[in-house]
Structures are given as C-alpha cells and as structure tokens.
C-alpha cells in the first residue's frame, strides 16, 4: 500500500516558478515507478511525465522538458515537480500517481496508487 499526498501548490505570476512535493508512505517507494499529471479547468486529466524508481524521467510534451523538471528523492520517499517560467496555461490541479513496477502509465487511471492533488494557478 502507497499513501501520497501532494503540497506545494499555490498562486503564481507568470514567468515564476514553484516546486510540487509528492510524499509517499509506505514501504515499497522505491519499488514504486511515479508520474505527475494534471488537470487543467474543464479538461482531462493529462501526463506531464514520468520517474522510474531507479530515476529515469520521460516527459509527454516535449514543450516541458525545458520548464519541468521530475526528480525523486527514495530516502525522503518524495518525488518533485520543479516548474519555471510557468504560464497561464500550465493552470490546474496537480496529481501524483504510483504503480509497481519499471515505469508509470501515461493514462493516469492504469497507475495502483494517486493523490488528492494541488492546485496551481498561474496569472497573466
């Protein structure tokens, strides 16, 4: 069993930047691959990217690769999100997810485990 819980969320003017924070509980984390991915207002929910649980990172949007970057931390049971020059569009509710295995499913349903999220709202 995987317990996260996502924090670091906030509002933010465009062009700055935040790190989201995914703490995992349980004893099996660094097992676990872990992705981020979020649901903008009125969308799907959709990937930002990926960690495999030895710290291989796949993104979905090529376009995030300059601003986002994934990293995890298997001491501190914690994965991050470190976002610059963010942007209006990159407004939404920020979910972590876990699954067993070498790497986490970009359709955020087929992962084991999820968290309630965070909100991150980007002003123009």
């Known amino acids: 069993q995987v317990r996260l819980v996502e924090s670091g969320g906030g509002l933010v003017q465009g062009g700055g930047s935040l790190r989201l924070t995914c703490t995992a509980s349980?004893?099996?984390?660094?097992?676990?691959?872990l992705g981020w991915f979020r649901q903008p207002p009125g969308k799907e929910i959709e990937f930002v990217g990926g960690?495999?649980?030895?710290?291989?990172?796949?993104y979905d949007v090529d376009s995030l690769k300059g601003r986002f970057t994934i990293s995890r931390d298997n001491a501190k049971n914690t994965m991050y999100l470190q976002m610059n020059n963010l942007k209006p569009d990159d407004t939404a509710v920020y979910y972590c997810?876990?699954?067993?295995?070498?790497?986490?499913?970009?359709?955020?349903?087929?992962?084991?485990?999820w968290g309630l999220g965070t909100q991150v709202t980007v002003s123009s």
């Open positions: 960690i495999g649980w030895n710290g291989g990172v796949t």
């Open positions: 997810a876990a699954r067993a295995g070498a790497i986490v499913r970009p359709n955020y349903y087929d992962n084991d485990y």
């Open positions: 349980g004893r099996t984390f660094s097992r676990h691959a």
